[in-house]
């Protein structure tokens, strides 16, 4: 049985609608949520193994904007793109491709490894007024505090890429590990709080479509981080910062937001990678005040 979401109430009162189109070379799921004629859209792209559901504590506290979610192929509802490996490449076209079809000119908005898709796609020519990345992936995954926990997670990816099928996809949907991923990245002592958290984890994680665009997409996100897209961007650029992140230490956050055009760094204390789910309402905070809704 799911765990209430300490969101729910809020999230409730915004409308929203489950959608598809074909996009990017494949058919691709999104949802739409708040006033179809509210002052700022805001294209949403979630991070690595997640799906739209992760954004959604944001969304509660920011509802009067208009957010476009979709899965990234691959993940949640949405398939891989057939005949293409998937890497940053097969990202970014396919975002711009959406993009353009569904939410032309909204504020682009990436969470972790949807940073790095999201500033590339805007660093390539997705027309965008503003840009925000929230737990942007400033340096590379193996030199951040939890290097090691990296190196362990590609031998993880390789191994169930080597393993038979059946036994490779059933240790990638392991509930254990995906725990041990959950309890690695939560940083708040609020026993219910971590319960939906790891409830989110356990019911979101596995969602991925195959074994093989599974492993593709995590090693993109390991071979890549935003510092190549950022001196690319012209567009004024918001970073959502956590002060305990172990993907990306804070002061690897600071030196990302010198290699911007027009960038602004906003630190939240007290959590790590999980901002959307620990700390949504200062995000959303901070969000609003930059894209003006």
């Known amino acids: ?74 993940f949640g509802e949405t398939p891989p793109v057939a005949g293409r490996e998937h890497d940053l490449d097969c990202y970014v076209d396919w975002l711009r491709a959406f993009a353009s079809r569904i939410a032309p000119g909204a504020v682009v908005l990436g969470h972790s490894f949807g940073s790095i898709v999201a500033a590339e796609a805007v660093a390539r020519g997705l027309e ?60 708040t002592r609020e026993k219910r709080l ?21 492993r593709q997409a995590f090693v993109t996100s390991v071979s890549h981080d935003v510092r190549a897209a950022a001196p690319r961007v012209a567009q004024p650029t918001l970073l959502v910062a956590a002060v305990q992140d172990d993907i990306t230490p804070i002061e690897a956050e600071r030196r990302l937001a010198t290699m911007f055009a027009r960038a602004e760094l906003v630190e939240i204390d007290g959590v790590g990678h999980l901002i959307h789910y620990e700390k949504p309402a200062e995000a959303a905070s901070e969000i609003r005040g930059f894209v003006g809704a």
């Not at 765990?3 to 729910?8: A, K, L, R």
């Open 1 to 74: 049985m799911p765990v209430p979401s300490p969101y729910d109430a809020l999230l409730a009162r915004v409308p929203v609608v489950r959608r598809e189109i074909e996009a990017g070379g494949t058919r691709t799921a999104f949802w739409e949520y708040g006033s179809s004629d509210a002052p700022v859209t805001i294209l949403a792209v979630h991070g690595f193994r997640g799906d739209h559901h992760g954004l959604e504590p944001v969304v509660a506290h920011l509802p009067e904007a208009r957010w476009i979610m979709p899965d990234l192929p691959g």
């Open 128 to 187: 965008t007024p503003r840009l925000v990345l929230v737990n942007p992936i400033g340096a590379p995954a193996l030199a951040g505090p939890r290097g090691l926990l990296t190196r362990l997670a590609i031998l993880y990816y390789s191994a169930s890429a080597r393993l038979p099928r059946r036994i490779g996809e059933g240790l990638l949907r392991s509930r254990v590990i995906v725990r041990i991923m959950s309890v690695a990245m939560a940083k």
């Open 194 to 214: 971590r319960r939906w958290i790891h409830d989110q984890h356990d019911r979101f994680f596995s969602g991925f479509s195959d074994r093989d665009t599974l």
